[in-house]
């Protein structure tokens, strides 16, 4: 999967949820640095042990990654951050975990707010989100399906960063996908 695909207009629609990124013609164009590309070697398990270069987090994905970082002078809040990791299955599966680095004038971030518009976007119910603090992080998790997507998602926060591991699969394919998606979601590690 080349970087310029589904990821990117994910992580800009992540730039978007932050208060940047809005139809301002004076914002420059996004800067996208590849670190590596169809990364990875398999571990015991048959997983991709997949560490952000220049981001804070770490997870496993089930096939080879790409890792970059892109970069947006926005006016509204700054220069922003974003580090990702994702890829694309043959079978249309994509896993994406993308880290926006907070700036001072960044608007807070409604993690609930978050997965609600993801799951409008793929035309699903609005999903049951469940939220939790652990140490510094607060954390909102839900699943959901679309009439042709399903989600499992992952958004949390902390001081300085804001994550979404976000892992998406054809509803054809759920009851094989849904529980390879559960599974890297869960993988996720905030401070890499």
Not at 163 to 184: G, H, M, Q, R
Request: glycine share 10%; hydrophobic share 40%; charged share 20%.
């Amino acid at each position: 999967m080349g970087v310029n695909s589904g990821w990117t207009a994910i992580a800009l629609a992540a730039l978007a949820l932050c208060g940047a990124g809005r139809a301002s013609a004076e914002a420059a164009k996004p800067r996208v640095e590849v670190h590596r590309s169809q990364a990875g070697e398999k571990n015991a398990e048959g997983w991709y042990p997949a560490t952000s270069t220049r981001g804070r987090f770490s997870g496993l994905s089930p096939i080879p990654f790409n890792d970059y970082t892109i970069t947006i002078e926005d006016p509204n809040v700054g220069a922003l951050t974003l580090h990702g990791v994702g890829s694309k299955s043959a079978d249309g599966m994509e896993f994406g975990t993308i880290e926006t680095v907070r700036t001072a004038r960044q608007k807070d971030v409604d993690l609930r707010g978050v997965i609600a518009q993801v799951a409008r976007k793929q035309g699903a119910a609005a999903p049951d989100i469940r939220v939790e603090t652990i140490g510094r992080e607060e954390i909102a998790r839900a699943a959901f399906e679309g009439s042709a997507r399903g989600v499992v998602m992952r958004a949390s926060k902390t001081q300085e960063s804001v994550f979404s591991v976000i892992c998406e699969y054809p509803v054809a394919l759920a009851e094989s996908a849904k529980p390879t998606c559960e599974d890297y979601v869960a993988s996720f590690q905030a401070g890499g």
